[in-house]
């Protein structure tokens, strides 16, 4: 059974720092798209970064300059470094990861959201 398990959020002062962690486990065979997304209760999904399987990243417009993705694929870790927060940031955050388990085809796993807040 295939899981994403999220670490890292928290409380922060504007313009600090976090650095979210997602690692993924279970019986995996590969890991295809890894990505953060935010949605608090109310509000729109939406994608904050993405990394693909070799690496190439998008940020979102409104977090460019500010976040950093990466991931470690011996590990099956991705992260997301949060530098100069700002209250506007504060959200749940989620790990999302396209994954293929052993005998099983491609599947969009999630994980269960790491609360982010920022104070002003």
């Known amino acids: 059974q295939v899981q994403l398990v999220e670490s890292g959020g928290g409380l922060v002062q504007s313009g600090g720092s976090l650095r979210l962690s997602c690692a993924a486990t279970?019986?995996?065979?590969?890991?295809?798209?890894m990505a953060w997304y935010r949605r608090a209760a109310g509000k729109r999904r939406e994608r904050v970064a993405h990394?693909?399987?070799?690496?190439?990243?998008q940020l979102a417009d409104s977090v460019k300059g500010r976040f950093t993705i990466s991931r470690d694929n011996d590990n099956n870790m991705v992260y997301l470094q949060m530098s100069t927060l700002l209250p506007e940031d504060t959200d749940i955050y989620y790990c999302?990861?396209?994954?293929?388990?052993?005998?099983?085809?491609?599947?969009?796993?999630w994980g269960q959201g790491t609360q982010v807040a920022v104070s002003a």
């Open positions: 279970g019986n995996i065979l590969a890991i295809n798209d």
């Open positions: 990394i693909s399987s070799t690496g190439q990243t």
């Open positions: 999302y990861s396209n994954i293929r388990e052993v005998l099983n085809p491609w599947v969009n796993y």
